[in-house]
């Protein structure tokens, strides 16, 4: 088969860019936070970008709700954040639902919508 339907996936990146529309800086960050909760600066560091870069980063990864923010007291006064990705059992679930849906409104408009051939 050619054109939508041929497309298949190699990579969970390949398919978190597709899902969700994330950039290589944000696939790399989420998949990084897979091992656990890392702060805005251990994240840097290890993904070799500036702080504020990483803070947008999460930023668009938390409203596309694959990041958790938790925060943290400093015994001084104040809080930082600690960042960890969502479960990737949740996000497989994310992604399935996605297909369903997809497939369920594509069936429905195809049954429904698309012209009969006058022969």
């Keep these: 088969m050619v054109g939508l339907f041929s497309k298949s996936f190699d990579k969970k990146e390949e398919l978190l860019c597709c899902a969700f529309g994330l950039r290589d800086s944000e696939i790399t960050v989420y998949l990084y936070l897979i091992d656990g909760p890392k702060t805005v600066e251990e994240i840097a ?36 954040y600690k960042y960890i990705s969502k479960s990737t059992e949740k996000v ?25 051939t006058s022969q």
């Design 45 to 80: 560091v290890v993904v070799e970008k500036d702080r504020s870069t990483v803070q947008r980063v999460l930023n668009r990864l938390h409203k596309k709700d694959l990041v958790d923010r938790r925060t943290q007291s400093i015994d001084r006064g104040g809080y930082y």
């Design 92 to 116: 497989r679930e994310e992604i399935l639902t996605q297909l369903d849906d997809w497939y369920e409104a594509t069936r429905k408009f195809l049954l429904q919508s698309w012209p009969p």
